[in-house]
């Protein structure tokens, strides 16, 4: 009797869960043929017409409060004679998120650029074949790759933005490069492990101290006696536990994403870090924390139309007189008063050509525009992944116990009454048998248990990264 009470429960659940998706999908191909979407529009459509609402969301990303922050190294008070801007994930690999409120000026310069220029280094190949826009000279970082002829003899090949610079074949013997007559092997990508990981200890530190957290709870990754990172912290690969999590993962994206989630589950304090939709991990920052948290943040990394029609956008700031002025200023939140005051500190104005003024207010108003072009939501992200998932294809599987599995972590990972990917638990928390662990804790226990599966699950993400790439031909 009670088994087949229970058979009778788990197929109700299949079908309230179908019935839901179903509802899902009609929405989305209504929607489908309202906007009449074509995968290659996607990026400009959102550009166009999110705009607006895109700017009042994010610019306060942008507009952090640094009064009465100390340099988390020197103790230092921040103000504006000694602050300096942070990337929060480096500028080299496209971040745009900054803070003044992390270092001064002095600890800035001194601290972890070794840590950065060897993590970057880890990415040249990669952000070689991305067409990305960068805030300082980066990407000039050389790596090494290899060619192949169409004999199929392969040459060790060094490259510096995206030009071979010296080519050896397998005897060691010097190789001329010609136009046409190689190759490029992409995925041959060199690992320095060690600065993989500091790199990305920096960047949940980074994240932990912009969103707020007090430094005295980063035991796990921060030295508060010697003010230095630590250099053997608890960082954990990710890899799918559930079928949920695999569907997801299996799902390509339209652009490449640069992802964050900071959230602690109990005591433990983590930062899920997620670079080029591909290099997974999360930090442990701390076992003793005492608050409740969730933040989140998510970026595309390609150049975008900002970018591609910088002079449109120019004419449409332009400033001719002060109420233009007035409403540039006010629609990006700029300080007019502080914009003259820097101008007469740093470039000698001295107050009488107005137009200078308005050209710097222009070029403030577009460097805000252009970054916050970058940002996303982090459920656009998701639900993009979750929107490709093939339900019709689960639903058809015959394994009974596959699809009951399927549909209970379906039910754990989406919020039905938003049909979205419920943040709460995505990523944070699994749940087997009804007992609920911490997700990045449960996986290193399976980590530990089986290294191949792991290695598996990465290259598989590298091979869906590559087809992001598009070297040009020298
Ligand atoms: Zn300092």
Redesign the pocket.
Known sequence: MRGTAKKIIITLIIVIIWQRYLIKKKRKLDFCAEQNVEMDNLDNRSEESGNTQLEKETMCDFQEETIGKK?V????IINEDNESEEHIIHNAIGGVLKSKAI??K??NSEYGSDVDKAFCENFAQIIDGLDMNFDRKAGETSYEGVMCDKKGNLYKTRFKKGKVISMFDSSGKYTKWEKGKYERIPNNFKWDKKAFENGMVKIAFNFAVYSGIDIKYLNKVFDNQKKILFNNPVIIPFMPLTLFDSLMEEQDTYNLYHAMQLFNYKKKLYVYIELFSTFQVYVLLSDNYDGQIYKEYCQIINKNNCEKNRNEIMDALKIYDYKDADIIATQYRIDIKQVIEDLKEYHNYDGEDINITFSKIENIAYERKRKSSYIRNYLELLDERYNKINFEKISSEKDRDYKVKFFSEFQYYTDYEKNKVCTKTYKITIKENNVEYSYPELLQEKINENQDSFQKYRDCKIDMMIKHLQYKDN
């Open positions: 340099c190294i020197c103790g230092c270092y001064c002095k600890c």
